[in-house]
């Protein structure tokens, strides 16, 4: 999956957080929920505006962000 289709960065929209397709829903709000153990049902049936495939989205997304940070060489 390419999130990049998915995840939208705004400057002046949600003070540039990574969004879902240009929504005021941000990628770390659906995290949180899943985190939280809501159903992707249950999160889907809460914001109708969203997909499956934007919740896959954020995954991956958080996956490709975490992927850079373990890039970083930590300075002995």
């Known amino acids: 999956m390419d999130y990049r289709e998915y995840i939208t960065i705004e400057p002046n929209k949600r003070g540039g957080k990574p ?4 929504l005021r829903i941000t990628v770390y709000e659906v995290l949180e929920y899943l985190a939280s153990e809501m ?3 249950e999160i889907l049936a809460d914001f109708p505006d969203l997909t499956k495939d934007d919740l ?3 995954i991956a997304f958080a996956a490709d962000r975490e992927r850079r940070l373990m890039e970083v060489p930590i300075a002995a």
């Open 19 to 22: 969004c879902i397709r240009g």
């Open 56 to 58: 896959k989205a954020a």
């Open 39 to 41: 159903t992707e049902e």
